[in-house]
């Protein structure tokens, strides 16, 4: 791939071009909504009105405590969807039969839409809580386990067999040996199983009114308030992309660079 | 220390015919013994059978009377691919082994250091492996190897991966090494010449399936030189007995057609 300029000229560029789209979408809201009136106004968002909305929602604690309440939940989900999937994807990496007979069933599972769990969560739990949760950790605990499998099952066995000719073997070998082994694409799994959390986050949220970024996204429906509903998913997608690129992809991208997988321009 | 590799077999499973096949021999302490064989004869089985890696078909391995059945850091092993750990530094690479030793952490510290400073990486130690270069990386391994004080050490085809240069400078290096430590060795290569240089004795494999063909002693003086007339009359020697060997095996390959 050819190295191109700068980042300043990079982020530059991109900023140009995010004008220039916002400017296109206000000048189609104009034409369509205040010259030819084809589009009612409560059905088309302007960049103009979200902007107002987000920061009407920002200037409150509303969302604060939306946003609050949603990591919290998001939080409790991942660390148990983590535990669950590290249990079932070690048991899948060693025991041959799970592997064989198991995870063809959770790879089905895995492409099974967070949402599809809605009936299951509410039926099982009512609209509380554990309800969202219960949605979260289904929603990531299969690609969990999964990526945990493939990390495990990848890593090169000279490892294992030259700490093995040092003397190492039983619980040693796994965690001095397979799992720091098998660390990038644990973390790549972490990632990814992050990501679906959050997707299933908002689909439990959505299920019934609780406080949560989900709520007020409904809530914004409810009010048949475009500008609102469009100005809480930019504050979804911030959020999603800060834990995504900050959290895990610097994590990512050291643990790579410390074993030289990366060169440092990439 | 006595190393016995007692009429041994192995065929693995599903192959057809056997990797290596009814071979004996017997190292004891002190001795720098070299296996050569061409590519595919079975060398690497050897040395997987005797770290205990794969288990004989049949026959035994007895180290000191007690039969080898799993690795153990009492046959350190150091593989072509240096089988660097990329999680770890040199320092802690070399510092491994010693860990499961039961050895306070200071004597951890003091015994890698002084094997770091023997194959001369002391300025890389806080290296990570993907910074050396492949003779580097071979000296570390050559360190952590030697770290576990090891009854016997097994190399295989350990210099097979590097330049020329790379190989004659390590050749060197090592060959001072074993005088200091005299460290009981078997070493496995397809390279006659790296053989000579190193052998109190050469078992000589022979391809498919690899019996041993001929055992030599080699008294040539040390240190050796590659380019002494004794060393080359040898290795053209040798080379002959192997070129008989792999056309042998050629023509077996062609009648088999
Ligand atoms: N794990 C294995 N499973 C089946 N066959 C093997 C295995 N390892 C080696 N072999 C076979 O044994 C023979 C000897 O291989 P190897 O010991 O690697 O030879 P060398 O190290 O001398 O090149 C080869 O024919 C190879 O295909
Ligand atoms: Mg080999």
């Given at each position: 791939m050819p190295k191109e300029s700068t980042t300043r000229g990079r982020v530059l560029r991109m900023i140009l071009f995010l004008s220039a789209l916002l400017m296109i979408w206000q000048g189609v809201y104009f034409l369509g909504v205040e010259i030819l009136s084809v589009w009612k106004s409560y059905a088309v968002p302007s960049p103009l009105g979200v902007l107002n909305s987000l920061i009407e929602v920002t200037s409150g604690s509303v969302l604060s405590v939306a946003i609050f309440k949603s990591l919290q939940r998001l939080l409790v989900g991942f660390v148990i969807s983590m535990g669950l999937g590290l249990i079932l994807g070690l048991m899948m990496a060693r025991i041959d039969f799970l592997r064989q007979n198991m995870k063809p069933l959770v790879l089905g599972l895995q492409t099974?839409?967070?949402?599809?769990?809605v009936p299951f969560a509410i039926l099982w739990y009512g609209l509380s809580d554990s309800a969202i949760i219960f949605v979260i950790i289904i929603g990531s605990m299969f690609s969990i386990s999964l990526a945990i499998e493939n990390g495990i099952n990848t890593v090169d066995p000279i490892y294992v067999r030259a700490a093995k000719t040092m003397g190492t073997r039983g619980g040693a070998l796994w965690s001095r040996v397979v799992l720091p082994a098998a660390m990038p694409s644990l973390i790549v799994g972490m990632k990814q199983g992050w990501s679906f959390s959050w997707r299933s986050l908002m689909a439990g949220e959505m299920m019934f009114s609780s406080v949560g970024l989900g709520q007020i996204l409904m809530m914004g429906r409810d009010l048949a308030d475009i500008d609102r509903v469009m100005a809480i998913m930019v504050v979804i997608i911030v959020i999603g992309t800060l834990m995504d690129r900050m959290v895990f992809g610097t994590w990512e991208k050291s643990i790579r660079k410390s074993r030289g997988l990366d060169r440092d321009d990439q | 220390m006595t190393l016995w590799v007692d009429r041994v077999s192995k065929t693995f499973p599903g192959s057809m015919k056997a990797s290596i096949c009814d071979v004996s021999f017997q190292v004891s302490e002190g001795e720098f013994v070299c296996v050569i064989g061409p590519s595919g004869s079975g060398k690497s089985t050897l040395i997987n059978l005797i770290a205990g890696l794969e288990t004989p078909s049949t026959g035994e391995i007895t180290l000191d009377g007690k039969p080898v059945r799993e690795p153990g850091a009492d046959r350190v092993v150091m593989f072509q691919e240096s089988a660097?750990?990329?999680?770890?530094n040199v320092f802690d690479n070399v510092r491994f082994g010693l860990k499961n030793q039961k050895k306070t952490p200071e004597e951890q510290e003091k015994i890698a250091t002084r094997f770091l400073k023997m194959v001369r990486l002391s300025e890389f130690a806080?290296?990570?492996?993907?910074?050396?270069s492949g003779g580097m990386k071979q000296r570390a391994a050559l360190a952590r190897a030697l770290?576990?004080?090891?009854?016997i050490l097994l190399m295989d085809?350990?210099?097979?991966?590097?330049d020329k240069q790379t190989i004659n400078l390590l050749r060197e290096e090592l060959a001072v090494i074993w005088k200091e430590t005299r460290k009981t060795i078997i070493l496995v290569t397809h390279s006659v010449e790296e053989a000579l240089f190193f052998a109190d004795r050469i078992i000589m494999l022979s391809a498919e399936p690899a019996t041993v063909r001929e055992v030599m002693n080699i008294d040539l003086?040390?240190?050796?030189?590659?380019?002494s007339e004794a060393f080359l009359s040898l290795r053209k020697d040798i080379l002959k007995r192997l070129r008989v060997e792999v056309e042998e095996v050629a023509k077996g390959e062609h009648d088999a057609r």
């Open positions: 099974l839409p967070s949402i599809c769990w | 660097l750990f990329p999680w770890l806080e290296y990570r492996v993907h910074q050396l770290a576990l004080d090891s009854k085809e350990p210099f097979a991966s590097l003086p040390r240190p050796r030189s590659i380019e």
